[in-house]
């Protein structure tokens, strides 16, 4: 392959069955030795696997083609409990009851206050917004939807709005003999609502990272958010939760949410399991999902795909845990591309060539950077653009398939952009004519810089 010539070389390259010929007379010995490093390098490692790899088209489109259906927004009005135009009364709301001559016995007692907390700047506070009653003495509901009062004793008033629960206390009144029929004044208010505490657990973080997470900036750490929230009645719902804790989850978690129901004890059985490491864990959480003990909330469906879940799903009880599980979806990157670990965007797919760009490189730039700035940095043997990707894919069964992308193939024809998958890893590198050319110009700048120097 290599002849030695009087104060010369010459250099022969085969690439795709053509015969490529580089010769220098009179030229230094060390040329010489870069060339025929070149010839040695030419069946090394990395264009050995180049051959290695499947052409696209050879390809199933099941390997090549996205993971991802297409997909649409949720319609978020899905996530929220329907309100009713007045509050229905329930158990431990707080009402403030005035029945004149009854309650309070005397007058002077009708100016009973609650405590108020409207200075808060959290929208749902804990315990709930008070509002200062006017008038008259607050009265909890029981845990059975009923309310003592003077003479009548129990009423049960679950379910029915304020104006309907004033006519059952002024009829049971008159009825008692109580309060002379057309004579009554009885004023009852919502002090306070009753509220459902609910803990919200968020692996999605508020931090900004690299794009591309290199050795000297991943993060090694990921603290999660976690918080207790007060949500009154009709509000006790996934939307309200999420809007209270910091909105929808950020791109770095999943497009789910997941509703555990904590007051109940397989639901807690299983989180015993889980804390103990215990791999059937896994398996009962999916049994939990099928019995209603833990509801998925997909925030992106399929066109025309029905909805997962009911209304009575996303309302939210005492005890329950709304949980945003974080994402965890990069590709890889080497060769003459910046070696890192880049995230994969969450919403869409991208092809090779948008994943190269979103590394840092280009497609048709030197080493697939940007032109201008590998000139200045290195001169004009990086003129000559790599045209050559390998992916490495691994597939469900654990194998890996590298699948060789020709990059000026790929500009024209979209059946070459391959679409990029969690965990693949991208090389971009030359092919054997555009190292060889690259190293010629490199050799050729190097003459001219010698020739000046001796000038």
């Not at 997909?71 to 009005?77: D, E």
């Not at 009825?175 to 999605?204: A, H, K, M, W, Y």
């Not at 690299?210 to 929230?229: E, F, H």
């Amino acid at each position: 392959m290599e002849r030695l010539l009087a104060g010369g070389c010459e250099q022969r390259f085969t690439d795709g069955g053509a015969t490529v010929s580089y010769s220098f007379r009179n030229g230094v010995p060390g040329l010489c030795a870069a060339l025929a490093l070149i010839a040695t390098t030419q069946t090394g490692c990395m264009l050995h696997s180049a051959a290695q790899a499947i052409p696209v088209s050879s390809l199933d489109s099941s390997i090549v083609q996205s993971h991802k259906s297409e997909t649409m927004p949720l319609n978020l009005a899905l996530l929220q409990q329907d309100k009713p135009v007045e509050h229905l009364v329930g158990a431990k709301d707080v009402l403030n009851v005035y029945i004149r001559g009854v309650l309070p016995r005397r007058e002077q007692e009708a100016q009973s206050v609650l405590a108020s907390n409207s200075n808060s700047d959290e929208y749902y506070p804990a315990y709930g917004s008070v509002q200062n009653p006017s008038v008259g003495v607050p009265v909890t509901v029981a845990d059975d939807s009923s309310v003592t009062l003077p003479y009548v004793g129990r009423i049960y008033v679950g379910g029915m709005s304020i104006p309907e629960m004033v006519e059952e206390i002024a009829a049971r009144y008159v009825t008692e003999g109580i309060i002379e029929p057309e004579r009554e004044q009885i004023t009852v208010t919502l002090t306070r609502s009753r509220l459902q505490r609910i803990l919200v657990i968020r692996e999605d973080s508020d931090g900004q990272f690299a794009q591309t997470l290199t050795k000297a900036n991943v993060p090694y750490a990921k603290r999660g958010r976690a918080q207790v929230i007060d949500l009154p009645a009709f509000e006790n719902d996934v939307l309200h939760a999420l809007a209270a804790t910091g909105g929808l989850p950020g791109i770095d978690a999943a497009n789910e949410v997941w509703i555990l129901r904590g007051n109940h004890p397989k639901s807690r059985e299983v989180q015993a399991h889980m804390e103990l490491g215990d791999p059937a864990a896994i398996q009962s959480v999916a049994h939990l999902q099928e019995s209603g003990l833990a509801t998925r909330i997909p925030l992106r469906m399929a066109p025309y795909s029905q909805v997962p879940f009911t209304k009575d799903d996303i309302v939210l009880a005492e005890g329950d845990v709304v949980f945003v599980p974080s994402r965890d979806e990069y590709f890889y990157t080497a060769g003459l591309l910046p070696g890192g670990r880049v995230p994969l965007p969450r919403d869409r797919q991208i092809d090779v060539l948008e994943a190269i760009a979103l590394a840092g490189g280009s497609v048709g730039g030197p080493s697939g950077g940007s032109g201008a700035e590998m000139f200045r940095r290195s001169g004009a043997g990086n003129i000559v653009p790599p045209s050559l990707a390998i992916i490495v894919r691994t597939l469900p069964d654990e194998t890996q398939v590298p699948i060789k992308v020709d990059l000026a193939a790929a500009m024209q024809k979209p059946t070459e952009r391959v679409l990029i998958q969690p965990n693949d890893i991208i090389y971009m590198q030359y092919r054997g004519g555009e190292l060889a050319a690259n190293v010629l110009l490199n050799l050729f700048n190097l003459s001219f810089l010698l020739s000046g120097a001796a000038i």
